[in-house]
């Protein structure tokens, strides 16, 4: 159901509908003004209700355009992985409390290509990263120093990174790694 909403429309309708937050918190977190933040839990509702899918790619599809966006994360190319995102994609982390993660919604595809960026040339030689399914689609693990250290789920509009979710806490990664073997 969420796949159908544009990053914006999602956090909107999520921090709305399901976490029962007033437009003025929406409005502070979103960085929008209250009316936009109405406007887009409306749009989220009318097309949560209409059950289209807004942006669906090809699995073929989604495939090249991950394997052209780990290529890039893992040699740390910065003009490609800015290319690869839309201007206004997002990336959404949780570490579970557990490990690292950013508190709120990271966004804009200068700010998303150099965290990218960072991890390579921070890591070098000890990233893999593996296409794997999740979730029913393909997305990225990626393991530093061989230990599996994110799982992302990354979702395309227009051969474009418009949105990465990243699952960093230890325990879902755990069961993970189970479940591939």
Do not use: W
Not at 141 to 146: A, K
């Amino acid at each position: 159901m969420l796949e159908k909403l544009t990053p914006d429309e999602r956090a909107a309708f999520l921090l709305r509908e399901v976490f029962d937050a007033d437009y003025p918190d929406i409005a502070q977190t979103l960085g929008k003004t209250q009316a936009a933040c109405r406007q887009l839990v409306s749009r989220a509702k009318s097309q949560v209700r209409a059950e289209k899918t807004r942006f669906s790619v090809s699995r073929e599809e989604h495939l090249q355009l991950l394997e052209r966006f780990a290529a890039a994360a893992r040699g740390g190319d910065m003009a490609a992985l800015k290319a690869l995102f839309s201007d206004d994609a997002a990336l959404i982390s949780d570490g579970g409390g557990v490990v690292p993660s950013f508190g709120k919604i990271v966004r804009g595809a200068q700010r998303l290509a150099q965290l990218y960026y960072a991890v390579a040339r921070r890591h070098g030689d000890a990233i893999r990263i593996e296409i794997a399914g999740i979730n029913g689609t393909p997305g990225l693990l990626r393991f530093v120093n061989g230990q599996l250290e994110s799982v992302q789920a990354i979702y395309f509009e227009n051969g474009l990174v418009t949105e990465i979710r990243t699952q960093r806490n230890p325990h879902k990664l755990a069961r993970v790694l189970s479940q591939m073997t």
